[in-house]
């Protein structure tokens, strides 16, 4: 097809289509409706112009729908994965509730309080604050998820505090004395035979000898009551406690005591100094452990 234009004088525009084997066709437009029809070709371009955009824009935007619907359902699947974590964190957590209260319960019946700082009583709490409900206030599910590990970690704080705190007190009342006694660490004869210090012989040792420094503190093993404290031979100034359950330490050599017959110690309290009083080569600490009245090694109750 051919498009032909001429401006007349008469202002007119003449349109000749040239058609092969027809011979060709004139059309003959006036001014006005010649730019009539220019204006209704641009409408119609720029009308097909908007409509290729707009289908161009649709695709996109069902392209970035497709891929963020992919995104989400990645996410929901993360969040209930940590949702059911978070439920497993739970039930663990409700087995150490459970060992919590046995130890206070152990605690409550030998009259111990386990109230220390409240910490108890936020611990218990921490327990029941289970709340929930369809949602009525729009939770979602990120914010649940967030609340819930808020609350976890608030509950295992907690509960690390007033079981630390819990095993220290069972510890104080614990009648097995393992508290080494002095502050030195220096071992220097152990139970059971050996040579007199002296060159009398073998003779059996019945406890330990830890050598130190001459009037540094002697502290109890365990909690308990001195049963004795005086000059005693051999051992010179010496300290006897009961902890019960069969257990008895005996300190021997001191410089000096600080603890009466009949007083209640409590685990790691100083009782006396380290000395060299009676029969002893030099300054140090005889420790000895006994139950029911027949000594044992120390060295298998001590945090040595
Ligand atoms: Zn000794």
């Given at each position: 097809?051919?498009?032909?234009?001429?401006?007349?004088?008469?202002?007119?525009?003449?349109?000749?289509?040239?058609?092969?084997?027809?011979?060709?066709?004139?059309?003959?437009?006036?001014?006005?409706a010649?730019?009539?029809?220019?204006?209704?070709?641009?409408?119609?371009?720029?009308?097909?112009?908007?409509?290729?955009?707009?289908?161009?824009?649709?695709?996109?935007?069902?392209?970035?729908?497709?891929?963020?619907?992919?995104?989400?359902?990645?996410?929901?699947?993360?969040?209930?994965?940590?949702?059911a974590?978070?439920?497993?964190?739970?039930?663990?957590?409700?087995q150490?509730?459970?060992?919590?209260?046995?130890?206070?319960?152990?605690?409550?019946?030998?009259?111990?309080?386990?109230?220390?700082?409240?910490?108890?009583?936020?611990?218990?709490?921490?327990?029941?604050?289970?709340q929930?409900?369809?949602?009525?206030?729009?939770?979602?599910?990120l914010?649940?998820?967030?609340?819930?590990?808020?609350?976890?970690?608030?509950?295992i704080?907690?509960?690390?505090?007033?079981?630390?705190?819990?095993?220290?007190?069972?510890?104080?009342?614990?009648?097995?004395?393992?508290?080494?006694?002095?502050?030195?660490?220096?071992?220097?004869?152990?139970?059971?035979?050996?040579?007199?210090?002296?060159?009398?012989?073998?003779?059996?040792?019945?406890?330990?000898?830890?050598?130190?420094?001459?009037?540094?503190?002697?502290?109890?093993?365990?909690?308990?009551?001195v049963?004795?404290?005086?000059?005693?031979?051999?051992?010179?100034?010496?300290?006897?406690?009961?902890h019960?359950?069969?257990?008895?330490?005996?300190y021997?050599?001191?410089?000096?005591?600080?603890?009466?017959?009949?007083?209640?110690?409590?685990?790691?309290?100083?009782?006396?100094?380290?000395?060299?009083?009676?029969?002893?080569?030099?300054?140090?600490?005889?420790?000895?452990?006994?139950?029911?009245?027949?000594?044992?090694?120390?060295?298998?109750?001590?945090?040595?």
């Open positions: 097809m051919e498009q032909q234009e001429k401006h007349t004088p008469n202002q007119e525009y003449c349109f000749a289509i040239a058609r092969p084997g027809k011979g060709t066709r004139v059309f003959r437009l006036k001014k006005q010649a730019l009539a029809l220019c204006v209704a070709v641009l409408v119609l371009l720029g009308g097909f112009a908007k409509f290729a955009y707009v289908a161009y824009c649709a695709k996109q935007e069902q392209q970035e729908l497709l891929t963020y619907r992919a995104q989400y359902a990645r996410q929901e699947e993360k969040l209930q994965a940590l949702l974590e978070n439920e497993k964190i739970q039930k663990s957590l409700a150490v509730a459970s060992l919590e209260a046995e130890v206070r319960r152990t605690l409550a019946q030998d009259g111990e309080s386990v109230s220390r700082g409240n910490i108890d009583r936020k611990s218990r709490e921490s327990d029941l604050r289970g929930g409900g369809p949602g009525k206030f729009g939770l979602q599910n914010d649940v998820v967030a609340m819930q590990q808020k609350n976890l970690a608030e509950r704080a907690f509960k690390n505090e007033n079981l630390g705190n819990m095993l220290e007190q069972l510890e104080q009342k614990s009648s097995v004395p393992n508290l080494w006694p002095t502050d030195s660490g220096e071992l220097t004869s152990r139970y059971g035979y050996r040579s007199d210090p002296f060159g009398y012989g073998t003779v059996y040792h019945d406890g330990i000898d830890i050598s130190g420094s001459y009037g540094a503190p002697v502290y109890a093993a365990a909690a308990g009551d049963e004795e404290a005086c000059w005693n031979g051999g051992y010179g100034r010496y300290i006897k406690i009961s019960g359950n069969g257990y008895e330490t005996a021997a050599h001191l410089s000096s005591i600080d603890v009466h017959v009949g007083r209640q110690v409590k685990k790691g309290e100083i009782i006396g100094y380290l000395g060299n009083s009676g029969y002893s080569t030099g300054p140090h600490l005889h420790f000895e452990v006994l139950v029911y009245g027949r000594t044992t090694d120390p060295l298998k109750l001590l945090n040595y």
